[in-house]
């Protein structure tokens, strides 16, 4: 076996939201990623601390000495995005904290995997005053990640991953073939046997929708997703409250 036990920390994405499993909850391509491990060398035990709405630093808080305590010989750390909605942003700050995690998962003996951030501006018109904030983050990931001595898969630099097919409704998270991408992509990344560049081509050509159609999307998402959002921020609360992690004790991948 290449590695022992695999431990994902991070935000929603790597909780696995939107890509709901049989059981009322999420699955993910850090599940995903477990099992394409489990079945290439035949187990693999996996835990996963994630918790949605987490900004970096509060990962790097609540999470990483957790993650060491499990003493993982796999690792994933991936955040920022939380960060890049708020208006405390630091490009810099973030990429700093994720350089913490990484070192710290090195330095005792684990292969870390981070990834970049697809460009949000195809899947979710409305955030183009957001690109800056990507790319610079994007760009500090990038720096980091080759001092620390991490793996880096640059997700953010192939644009499938900003395919609008490969999200959910709500523009911020993947769906269930989103989360498969990404788990192929790091399978790919770390080299693991089968596995092929084919994460990276794109999708057929989509229909060209009409102008109006493309508007009340616009105004769908607004209203579904975009204002509750707005309204539990500024009353302070975050979709993470009074959540815990889904799988904070090491168990084995069950393989179908």
Same mark, same amino acid.
């Given at each position: 076996?290449?590695?022992?036990?695999?431990?994902?920390?991070?935000?929603?994405?790597?909780?696995?939201?939107?890509?709901?499993?049989?059981?009322?909850?999420?699955?993910?391509?850090?599940?995903?990623?477990?099992?394409?491990?489990?079945?290439?060398?035949?187990?693999?035990?996996?835990?996963?601390?994630?918790?949605?709405?987490?900004?970096?630093?509060?990962?790097?808080?609540?999470?990483?000495?957790?993650?060491?305590?499990?003493?993982?010989?796999?690792?994933?750390?991936?955040?920022?995005?939380?960060?890049?909605?708020?208006?405390?942003?630091?490009?810099?700050?973030?990429?700093?904290?994720?350089?913490?995690?990484? #070192? &710290?998962?090195? $330095? =005792?003996?684990?292969?870390? %995997?981070?990834?970049?951030?697809?460009? @949000? +501006?195809?899947?979710? !018109?409305?955030?183009?005053?957001?690109?800056?904030?990507?790319?610079?983050?994007?760009?500090?990931? #990038? &720096?980091?990640? $080759? =001092?620390?001595?991490?793996? %880096?898969?640059?997700?953010?630099?192939? @644009? +499938?991953?900003?395919? !609008?097919?490969?999200?959910?409704?709500?523009?911020?998270?993947?769906?269930?073939?989103?989360?498969? #991408?990404?788990?192929? $992509?790091?399978?790919?990344?770390?080299?693991?046997?089968?596995?092929?560049?084919?994460?990276?081509?794109?999708?057929?050509?989509?229909?060209?929708?009409?102008?109006?159609?493309?508007?009340?999307?616009?105004?769908?998402?607004?209203?579904?997703?975009?204002?509750?959002?707005?309204?539990?921020?500024?009353?302070?609360?975050?979709?993470?409250?009074?959540?815990?992690?889904?799988?904070?004790?090491?168990?084995?991948?069950?393989?179908?």
């Amino acid at each position: 076996m290449m590695w022992r036990r695999y431990v994902a920390i991070g935000d929603s994405t790597t909780e696995g939201l939107d890509d709901p499993d049989d059981a009322g909850g999420y699955r993910g391509w850090a599940d995903r990623f477990a099992l394409a491990v489990a079945r290439s060398q035949g187990g693999l035990e996996y835990a996963n601390l994630a918790i949605r709405g987490r900004t970096t630093a509060r990962i790097r808080a609540e999470q990483l000495r957790p993650a060491l305590d499990l003493a993982p010989d796999l690792a994933t750390v991936v955040a920022g995005m939380n960060d890049v909605l708020r208006p405390s942003f630091d490009a810099d700050r973030v990429a700093e904290d994720v350089g913490t995690m990484q #070192r &710290a998962l090195v $330095a =005792q003996g684990a292969t870390v %995997l981070t990834f970049t951030l697809p460009d @949000p +501006v195809p899947v979710m !018109p409305l955030a183009r005053p957001l690109r800056g904030r990507m790319l610079a983050l994007n760009a500090a990931l #990038r &720096a980091v990640t $080759a =001092q620390t001595g991490a793996t %880096l898969l640059d997700l953010g630099a192939h @644009p +499938v991953a900003s395919d !609008p097919r490969l999200w959910s409704d709500d523009r911020l998270h993947a769906n269930s073939a989103g989360h498969e #991408r990404i788990a192929a $992509a790091l399978a790919h990344t770390v080299g693991l046997p089968g596995t092929d560049d084919s994460w990276t081509r794109p999708l057929e050509a989509a229909p060209r929708r009409r102008g109006h159609a493309v508007l009340n999307a616009e105004l769908a998402w607004v209203r579904r997703h975009l204002l509750p959002w707005l309204a539990r921020h500024a009353h302070g609360r975050s979709s993470g409250d009074d959540r815990v992690a889904k799988r904070p004790v090491p168990l084995p991948v069950e393989l179908p």
